[in-house]
């Protein structure tokens, strides 16, 4: 039988996450396979691949901080806010400095309200953006509320009438930052959009725990889901009668861990359930336990 765990890949470019799914569904020997938070085909880096029962932490993973390394264009406007697009504009960048690019970077820093790219798999009225866009239908997206933790410049430089910005961005989930790069661009006067992107951190797990797809061809390392549970959320280590009433998908009185997602262990270290804080009760999320 497959462990249940996750699987913490480095994503290659030109593969979507989808693809990684179906790569790792084939090496775990289930199809019992997700993962936390979609990659765009260009991008590379970590890639959360849940496995068997850890499929149900998905979601709760999805919603940590995220980090990047990217490179802004500026001087050229695509499609997509990526070179995936077509080119649809181009505006001489030479006239912007160092300074100004700073400055550009430090508006996009803290709670911001992004708009996310017309080519995305946001729904609207039930339909992917992306597909609407593809059709050629102007697609309006509403903006939503994003944190961009740091958005730091790592090196600039010059080419003629473009301007390529290396940079480090920690931000929320839902950040796209792809939007960053055009709302840059924008902001600067010469439009912008994205040439690289990798992601070097989800939650706790980052590239040192990432292995290719060529390593887990040769050796599978599933993190077990009770080491990925410890990890990622605070622990909460239970008596044998409590550790009963959780694995039945009941109630404990709330510990004071935050209102995050906790997770509750047996008194033999096994995992029992993902539980929320309410008030006076801590209600199970996802129950582990057989």
Same mark, same amino acid.
């Given at each position: &039988?497959?462990?249940? @765990?996750?699987?913490?890949? /480095?994503?290659?470019?030109?593969?979507?996450?989808?693809?990684?799914?179906?790569? &790792?569904?084939? %090496?775990? *020997?289930?199809?019992?396979?997700?993962?936390?938070?979609? %990659?765009?085909? &260009?991008?590379?880096?970590? =890639?959360?691949? @849940?496995?068997?029962?850890?499929?149900?932490? %998905? @979601?709760?993973?999805? =919603?940590?901080?995220?980090q990047y390394d990217a490179t802004i264009r500026l001087g050229q406007t695509t499609n997509t806010d990526d070179a995936e697009g077509e080119i649809t504009a181009s505006a001489s960048a030479g006239h912007v400095t160092d300074?100004?690019?700073?400055?550009?970077?430090?508006?996009?820093?803290?709670?911001?309200?992004?708009?996310?790219?017309?080519?995305?798999?946001?729904?609207?009225?039930?339909?992917?953006?992306?597909? &609407?866009?593809?059709? @050629?239908?102007?697609?309006? %997206?509403?903006?939503?509320?994003?944190?961009?933790?740091?958005?730091?410049?790592?090196?600039? *430089?010059?080419?003629?009438? =473009?301007?390529?910005?290396?940079?480090?961005?920690?931000?929320?989930?839902?950040?796209?930052?792809r939007a960053l790069a055009r709302d840059l661009g924008a902001a600067l006067g010469c439009g912008g959009h994205l040439t690289f992107? *990798?992601?070097?951190?989800?939650?706790?797990? /980052?590239l040192g725990m990432a292995r290719t797809i060529d390593q887990l061809a040769e050796n599978?390392?599933?993190l077990p889901i009770g080491d990925?549970?410890?990890?990622?959320?605070?622990?909460r280590d239970v008596s044998a009668d409590d550790a009963r009433t959780v694995a039945h998908g009941g109630r404990l009185p709330a510990a004071g861990l935050g209102p995050g997602p906790v997770g509750v262990f047996a008194p033999d270290g096994t995992l029992l359930a993902l539980v929320e804080e309410q008030g006076r009760a801590a209600k199970p999320l996802a129950v582990f336990a057989s």
């Open positions: &039988m497959t462990t249940s @765990g996750l699987v913490i890949v /480095d994503k290659p470019a030109d593969w979507t996450s989808h693809d990684v799914v179906g790569k &790792m569904r084939r %090496l775990a *020997r289930t199809r019992r396979v997700g993962h936390a938070g979609t %990659l765009d085909p &260009m991008a590379t880096g970590v =890639l959360v691949v @849940g496995v068997e029962k850890a499929t149900r932490l %998905l @979601g709760h993973l999805a =919603l940590t901080e995220k300074a100004m690019v700073e400055a550009g970077i430090a508006a996009l820093t803290g709670p911001i309200s992004q708009v996310p790219p017309q080519v995305s798999a946001i729904k609207v009225n039930g339909e992917r953006a992306y597909k &609407m866009a593809r059709k @050629g239908e102007e697609v309006e %997206l509403k903006a939503r509320p994003v944190t961009v933790h740091a958005f730091e410049v790592t090196g600039i *430089r010059r080419d003629g009438d =473009l301007v390529d910005v290396d940079a480090s961005v920690t931000c929320s989930s839902g950040t796209y930052i992107l *990798r992601r070097t951190r989800v939650g706790p797990y /980052d599978l390392e599933i990925a549970v410890a990890a990622a959320f605070p622990r």
